[in-house]
């Protein structure tokens, strides 16, 4: 039997590394068998991929930015993502293909059903079964990341204007598609939140 494929999405900032650790160790505890990834850059290739999309220096068009993530997509999934779930392991993703929709589409303003498509194409239309999207206010959200003290790459360096708009893109999306969204509000506090997230897991679960 396949694994569960759950994706966590939500601008920078926004507290999801938390909330995979604490989700996969709950399912650790439930005996089930877990891979937890990333994208950009969950394989050796896609390390080199998410080098160029957030460090390189020098110019980089929207488009292009767009078809190197979905390249990393490409290779991630054929590579680790579906394996894994092939074999009945149950894979946590930091980012997935809402993503792109989010960024390169409400963010860089190219054409969300465009974008989705192409990830589609990378994927061959895998979807998860759960999105888990951590909502927050972009300036809210900015100001927790900018507390890590982190130099910004080149997306975090974006105004805050740019992740309001990947933040209502994600919202548009959440909206579009109810079954696989769990929005989840993102002030909360990180217990809270872990609550509400492994409740909405053990439904698929049983
Ligand atoms: P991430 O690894 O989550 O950031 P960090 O490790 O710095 O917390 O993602 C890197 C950046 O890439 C983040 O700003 C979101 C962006 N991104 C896109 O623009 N499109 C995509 O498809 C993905 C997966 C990420």
């Known amino acids: ?18 909330q995979i650790d604490l989700l996969e160790k709950h399912l650790g505890e439930l005996g089930r068998k877990t891979l937890r990834s990333f994208e950009p850059g969950g394989t050796e290739l ?39 779930l092939a074999e009945g392991t149950d894979v946590i993703l930091d980012r997935y293909l809402d993503s ?23 994927v061959q239309g895998l979807l998860p079964d759960l999105t888990i999207l951590l909502d927050m206010d972009a300036a809210a959200a900015l100001a927790r990341r900018d507390k890590t003290g982190n130099t910004p790459d080149r997306l975090e360096s974006e105004k805050v204007e740019f992740f309001e708009a990947v933040r209502q893109g994600y919202l548009q999306l959440a909206a579009a598609e109810p ?28």
């Open 1 to 18: 039997m396949s694994g569960l494929f759950i994706s966590f999405e939500g601008i920078d900032g926004v507290g999801k590394s938390t």
């Open 46 to 84: 896609g390390q080199e991929i998410r080098n160029m999309l957030l460090h390189r220096k020098g110019q980089l068009g929207a488009r292009a930015e767009a078809l190197l993530f979905a390249a990393d997509r490409a290779h991630h999934s054929a590579t680790k993502v579906k394996p894994a």
């Open 100 to 122: 792109s929709v989010a960024y390169q589409g409400a963010g860089r303003e190219l054409d969300a059903t465009e974008i989705r498509n192409l990830s589609l194409f990378a």
């Open 179 to 206: 079954q696989r969204f769990f929005v989840v509000d993102a002030t909360a506090s990180v217990e809270e939140m872990a609550a509400v997230i492994r409740a909405r897991v053990d439904e698929l679960l049983n």
